[in-house]
Every structure is written in C-alpha cells, then in structure tokens.
C-alpha cells in the first residue's frame, strides 16, 4: 500500500503489468481540492474513497447577450464529463453541439456555425489537437480550448496551434467560464 501511488508500481512486473494509474488518480483528485483515501485487508480486499469537494453554482453568464446566443461545439468522449460540461455552458447562456469524437465533430461543423471549439485532447481515431488544426483551416480565428487529464508534457503540444488554450481536467465549472470569458473579451477587443 506504500507504493501503490508510484509512478508505473506494479507488483506484476514479471506478468507485464505497467502500473495502476493511481498517480493519475491522486493527482486529479488533489488538482480537484479533493482527497483520495486506501483501505486494504489481505484475503477481503481494498477499498478506495475520493472525496471531492461540493460543486457550488457556476458563475454568472459569459456569454454576451444577444437574441441569438453563441454556439459552442463540446468535443468529448467521455459521456460524463461531457454532460456535466454542457450544463454548465447552457446555464452560462450558449447554444451547444456535441459530439463524442473528432470525426463526429467534423460532421457538425460542415453542418452547423460555431462560435468557440472545447475539445478534449485524447479522442479515439484523431486527437483534439488534429481536430483544432483542421478546424481552424476551414474556421481561422475561431477560438479554441483544449482539455486533457494528463499534463502538458504528455500531449502533443497544443500551443503550437493558434488561437488554442489549454486547459486540465478535471476543471471546475468556474475555471471553465473564467476562461471562455477571457477567450470572450480578447475576441471582441480585437486582440
């Protein structure tokens, strides 16, 4: 239990284990303000508790008000955190499409005008990264926000991309907003 949120521990190392992904996990639980708990009884088993701190209400509305509000694509497998972040952009006043992988979003972006992309960055077939390039070929100086659980230096570097930001998982829904109000302002200030 001692080692069991190393990087890469396994004690089946001879079996070709790679490790349990726990760091990854202590690690997004503490970037959550969180904590991450382990009980183990030899021969009945481990149980492991996270606790996360409760989610308030989201920041007031960012987007500008309009009789036609702003159109955001969400970009992201995970069903989950795809829900919780549309939501969130709903409440805050946008208009959202979605879809769970790049190609998918492709497909609603040759249908539909969007204002702002938030994808994810690991994606299954093209990643988020590749997603923002080509978007941006048929889009230029549409804004961008890239997310992704792993940290910067484990994911092709998305600043290279212009108009990109970056921003990790997980994310509070305030942290989401703040930066898309900035994305906002910087839009209209030219800038």
């Known amino acids: 239990i001692s080692r069991i949120f190393e990087i890469g521990f396994s004690s089946r190392h001879q079996a070709g284990g ?23 009884v030899e021969g009945r088993g481990t149980s ?8 308030g209400d989201a920041c007031a509305p960012v987007a500008p008000s309009a009789a036609e509000a702003p159109v955001v694509l969400l970009v992201e497998d995970d069903l989950f955190v795809r829900r919780v972040a549309e939501r969130t952009l709903h409440r805050a006043g ?23 992309l938030i994808s994810d960055i690991t994606l299954p077939c093209m990643d988020g990264v590749a997603l923002a390039r ?27 991309v212009a108009n990109v930001v970056f921003l990790t ?5 305030a942290e989401l907003l703040n930066l898309i109000a900035e994305i906002v302002a910087r839009k209209a200030a030219g800038s």
């Open 94 to 116: 946008w208009n959202v499409l979605r879809a769970g992988s790049a190609e998918e979003a492709l497909d609603v972006l040759h249908e539909a005008k969007c204002d702002l």
């Open 48 to 55: 492991f508790e996270i606790y996360l701190p409760l989610g």
């Open 169 to 173: 998982k997980p994310y509070a829904q």
């Open 18 to 40: 790679s490790g349990l992904g726990l760091s990854s996990t202590r690690d997004i639980v503490r970037r959550s303000n969180g904590f991450l708990s382990v009980k183990s």
């Open 134 to 160: 080509l978007m941006l070929v048929r889009h230029p100086g549409m804004p961008v926000i890239l997310t992704s659980g792993y940290a910067r230096t484990a994911v092709s570097n998305p600043e290279t």
